[in-house]
């Protein structure tokens, strides 16, 4: 058996890490969507691995290492590049295409630039490259500010992101009208509704549309404080059943399913988080959180298991939900009108910015705003067997 090789880059984006291609760098059959991009990017990544090591491939056997990603220039003059995200299964042969990655949207940008998707106009030789991406998955803008220093991308620097174990160059990224589809940022119209779900009762949850899909319930409604690190959830698989029902009705209640059946293959949206107030914990890192560094606690799940850190959507869903008065992420915030929370999560805290305005009864978020970093950890030919 023969083995193909293909141009890549294997990134870190904010807390995640992916492999990158250009779209014009894979095979012909895998340049357009269908069965045949799936097998080579599932072979990438080293899926479906019965044994859940991903030993024989990139993927890093968590949801926050099995991503992939392909950056193409933009059809759009209002664009720069198309990103097109996959979260990939990791004992399942499937890819979930539904959603975006927040973390690595903090790598479109870099990887761009490096790879000369922009107009050479545009990037200074020091300063900050401004790049305007066209999220493919869910057809929103996101903007990055690439900071550059003699000509080239600046990846060092001293901004430190919880839940990253080294110091990078900051990059503040946009996520412009992150609500989804047509702007209903409630599906269901309602800032709380109940749900009812089979073997655990019936609990206020708040369905969000803002960056991806998400699914808010009160911590105390399950007995948890939101102080809970990944062992005490993730070890528990009576904890992540109950927490995949919870996901799957809040799916169907949104609309993105029609039964409950299908919540099993769409992994990726909507995600599912619970919430808390403010609360003193011990960081994964062995950092002291104090109650007064942070406005709420949030452990969110990403394909099955309690997240190491937060999602950079479900970052932008917390934000949004926390500027809308009445939803349960606002409640645990304390209440009122804000344009920015801090949250702690299981690696530390992060900040995110979101302004909400009601438009003719619908409530509409303008952008959301956080900072991430990336860095190029390896570039070069990823080796794919023959399939």
Same mark, same amino acid.
Request: proline residues 5%.
């Given at each position: 058996?023969?083995?193909? /090789?293909?141009?890549?880059?294997?990134?870190?984006?904010?807390?995640?890490?992916? *492999?990158?291609?250009?779209?014009?760098?894979?095979?012909?059959? %895998?340049?357009?969507?269908?069965?045949?991009?799936?097998?080579?990017?599932?072979? *990438?990544?080293?899926?479906?691995?019965?044994?859940? /090591?991903?030993?024989?491939?990139?993927?890093?056997?968590?949801?926050?290492?099995?991503?992939?990603?392909?950056?193409?220039?933009?059809? @759009?003059?209002?664009?720069? *590049?198309?990103?097109?995200?996959?979260?990939?299964?990791?004992?399942?042969?499937?890819?979930?295409?539904?959603?975006?990655?927040?973390?690595?949207?903090?790598?479109?940008?870099?990887?761009?630039?490096?790879?000369?998707?922009? $107009? %050479?106009?545009?990037?200074?030789?020091?300063?900050t490259a401004e790049v305007r991406i066209w999220q493919a998955n869910i057809h929103k803008t996101i903007v990055a500010q690439v900071p550059m220093a003699d000509g080239e991308v600046q990846e060092s620097g001293d901004f430190m992101l919880d839940g990253v174990a080294f110091p990078a160059a900051e990059i503040p990224v946009a996520f412009i009208d992150p609500a989804a589809g047509d702007g209903a940022i409630f599906p269901t119209g309602n800032r709380v509704d109940t749900l009812d779900v089979a073997g655990v009762g019936s609990l206020e949850a708040t369905l969000i549309n803002a960056g991806i899909p998400t699914v808010f319930i009160n911590a105390a409604a399950l007995?948890?404080?939101?102080?809970?690190?990944? $062992? $005490?959830?993730?070890?528990?698989?009576?904890?992540?059943?109950?927490?995949?029902?919870?996901?799957? #009705?809040?799916?169907?209640?949104?609309?993105?399913?029609?039964?409950?059946?299908?919540?099993? #293959?769409?992994?990726?949206?909507?995600?599912?988080?619970?919430?808390?107030?403010?609360? @003193?914990?011990?960081?994964?890192?062995?950092?002291?959180?104090?109650?007064?560094? *942070?406005?709420?606690?949030?452990?969110?799940?990403?394909?099955?298991?309690?997240?190491?850190?937060?999602?950079?959507?479900?970052?932008?869903?917390?934000?949004?939900?926390?500027?809308?008065?009445?939803?349960?992420?606002?409640?645990?915030?304390?209440?009122?009108?804000?344009?920015?929370?801090?949250?702690?999560?299981? @690696?530390?805290?992060?900040?995110?910015?979101?302004?909400?305005?009601?438009?003719? $009864?619908?409530?509409?978020?303008?952008?959301?705003?956080?900072?991430?970093?990336?860095?190029?950890?390896?570039?070069?030919?990823?080796?794919?067997?023959?399939?």
């Amino acid at each position: 058996m023969t083995q193909q /090789k293909i141009s890549a880059t294997y990134m870190r984006g904010g807390t995640s890490k992916g *492999v990158f291609f250009n779209l014009a760098d894979l095979p012909e059959a %895998a340049q357009t969507p269908g069965a045949a991009r799936d097998a080579l990017l599932l072979r *990438v990544i080293g899926s479906p691995d019965p044994y859940q /090591k991903h030993t024989d491939g990139m993927g890093g056997a968590t949801s926050s290492t099995s991503k992939v990603v392909i950056i193409a220039p933009s059809t @759009s003059p209002e664009h720069d *590049v198309d990103y097109l995200f996959g979260q990939v299964s990791i004992d399942q042969p499937f890819i979930d295409w539904s959603g975006n990655c927040g973390n690595l949207s903090a790598a479109v940008g870099p990887f761009a630039v490096a790879n000369g998707l922009l $107009d %050479a106009a545009r990037v200074p030789e020091n300063g900050t490259a401004e790049v305007r991406i066209w999220q493919a998955n869910i057809h929103k803008t996101i903007v990055a500010q690439v900071p550059m220093a003699d000509g080239e991308v600046q990846e060092s620097g001293d901004f430190m992101l919880d839940g990253v174990a080294f110091p990078a160059a900051e990059i503040p990224v946009a996520f412009i009208d992150p609500a989804a589809g047509d702007g209903a940022i409630f599906p269901t119209g309602n800032r709380v509704d109940t749900l009812d779900v089979a073997g655990v009762g019936s609990l206020e949850a708040t369905l969000i549309n803002a960056g991806i899909p998400t699914v808010f319930i009160n911590a105390a409604a399950l007995g948890y404080t939101g102080t809970e690190l990944q $062992d $005490d959830i993730n070890p528990s698989a009576e904890a992540l059943t109950t927490l995949e029902c919870i996901r799957a #009705q809040g799916a169907l209640a949104m609309g993105l399913i029609a039964t409950l059946d299908e919540a099993a #293959q769409r992994q990726h949206t909507p995600k599912v988080a619970f919430v808390a107030p403010p609360a @003193s914990y011990t960081a994964s890192s062995g950092k002291a959180i104090s109650a007064d560094d *942070v406005d709420l606690l949030v452990r969110a799940v990403s394909m099955g298991k309690l997240h190491h850190a937060m999602m950079g959507t479900a970052a932008v869903a917390i934000g949004a939900a926390a500027a809308i008065v009445g939803t349960l992420v606002n409640q645990a915030a304390g209440g009122g009108e804000r344009e920015a929370v801090t949250f702690g999560h299981p @690696s530390g805290t992060l900040q995110v910015g979101a302004t909400a305005r009601q438009v003719n $009864d619908r409530w509409q978020i303008e952008q959301a705003v956080m900072s991430r970093s990336a860095r190029v950890l390896m570039e070069g030919v990823v080796r794919v067997p023959t399939l």
